[in-house]
């Protein structure tokens, strides 16, 4: 497939760019009061992921309402560990919760690892509209979450300021864990081919919860699951975020993947001293920058964007933008990128 | 004042000493039945910060049930700005809430530079009492936080995962930032002052949210004040555990402190490269080891000793105790550090 604007893809692959492309991660949703207009005709957040036409339509109003170079897929990362056997219910102002979570062995086997096609259908439908109705304007994301940050939520149950439970199951037992994040790592493969199928054409995995976890358990029961993601993926470039995994950025660099996220407290030019040269980064402006004056936007952004210059860079923020900011701050971050880069 | 255990004040002085002592954020309470039986008695969590009595009772009770090096005095970050004049709640498994929060300027107009020995008395009467009752046994730790940490609080009303609002604050009003992160600092001095009259012997500054912030605002906005603040203490010597500060360990091992403190998350051999030799470094178990079985905790207490070989050290762990940590699995921590190192 042609694309209008495929920089981002040629930047993810460490191509020469005529500017650097931007995205901001979940701008799908959360900041247009035209995607709180869709949400409010629905019973909840679940029922628009899963629902195909209006999930395609809220994936596509930030490339019309704020010109960024790339679409993400609207879903949520929790998608899977539903798929695999544990439904999830978003609480209002709470985030998730999972009625049931797995305490041992024999919850295990009540999990499958499910075809994509069967359990997942909702968002490759989503992907397949939004790839018509995009016809070639800019390349659609696809994603999944890491299996440590899957794995915390099925064993802690929804999101905790210590992930204590999930650790402790790390440490007490690790023949679980293990055999847990090896079906989750199966699950998000399959997952991530049959997304890549329907259309989309770069992959980025969020590990949310990467920073929680002392150096020597993320690499015993976070890294090697990822590493198989990307020695899976040869499709398409795959981006991975590992949010606050400051302490394994040289690991990381050295996974199979094209890009490597960094959270808005990861310095550009440490991290790729750590990094090397040949691979993409992407970020890293703080989200909280967009709530000041337009002056300072612009100002931040380009000195963002000055400290990524030794190498290929996607531009975003450090995470997600924050519900509250206003869509024209965020405009003044896209503007000042596509005309400073 | 002579102890029958000084340990600790020579460790942070980085004087030799015979072994490596040992102690534990959050000790003083969460953990042990005694101090829930306490607790139990009471109306809540404020009633126990409040009666010196019963402050000094479980300040001493890990002393005589843990055998720490140390005793923290059982308090609260939080009595600072209730002591400027916005109160605090601290509402059962959420966590504390402030009703009034500070938005504006004139916000500022109604707060206070309290004296400690009006506003806070009842955490100076508690030092006197533990003073008197462990009759040397050990040094007693003062505390407090630090101002960025107050401040996020006194902006934010309570906790939050993004601490948006107080960022927010940083970057659309700075002069008004400044100026109420001066008054906690003022604030803080002179409580810290007023602890060390009262006994205790060494203090210990805690930025619980330093990793929220990027690296240029923790240089403007925390690093100053925290830095102020250990220039003004020079009768005992100081420790600094700025969690999740990663970005500026370098920055901390310049300040006017004895005693630096690492979490979980960071690497002590590369921690003593950026910060020298001349501090003593206190940390850093992963507080969720201590969910493991005996052989676990030693085998990984053990190796967490020799990561800090390279100069002076205080062990703990890299975050306070969880409340539903075993307090026979907290006996082998310490006593694996008595007999190890």
Known sequence: MSYQNDLIIRAAKGEQ???TPV?????????????????ARLSGFKELVETPELAAEVTIQP??????????????????????????EMVEKKGPHFPKTIETESDLTNLIIPDAYEGLAYTLDAIKITKKELA?????????????????????GGGSKTFSKAKKMLYTNPMLSHKLLEMISDTTIKYLKAQIECGVEIVQVFDSWAGILSEEQYKEFAL???????DSIEEVPVTVFAKGAYF??????????????????????HSR????????LQGNLDPCVLYSDFRT?????????????????????????????KPDAVRCFIDTVKTYS
């Open 63 to 88: 490339v019309d309402l704020l010109n960024v170079d790339a679409a993400i897929i609207f879903s949520d990362i929790l998608v899977v560990p539903e798929a695999m056997g544990l439904t999830y």
């Open 248 to 269: 394994v950025r040289r690991e990381i660099g050295q996974l199979n993947c094209r890009t490597i996220g960094l959270d808005w407290n990861m310095d550009p030019i």
């Open 23 to 39: 995205w901001l991660m979940r701008q799908a949703g959360r900041i247009l009061k035209e995607y709180r207009e869709v949400r």
């Open 17 to 19: 760019v005529e500017r």
């Open 273 to 280: 001293e750590l990094i090397g040269s040949n691979k993409t």
């Open 297 to 325: 936007i612009e100002k931040k952004t380009k000195e963002m964007l000055d400290k990524f210059k030794g190498g290929p860079h996607i531009a975003n923020l450090g995470h997600g933008v924050y519900p509250d900011i």
């Open 224 to 230: 090697p699951y990822i590493a198989k993601i990307c």
């Open 136 to 156: 070639g304007r800019v390349p659609i994301i696809g994603f999944a979450g890491a299996p440590w940050t899957i794995f915390s939520y099925m064993i802690e």
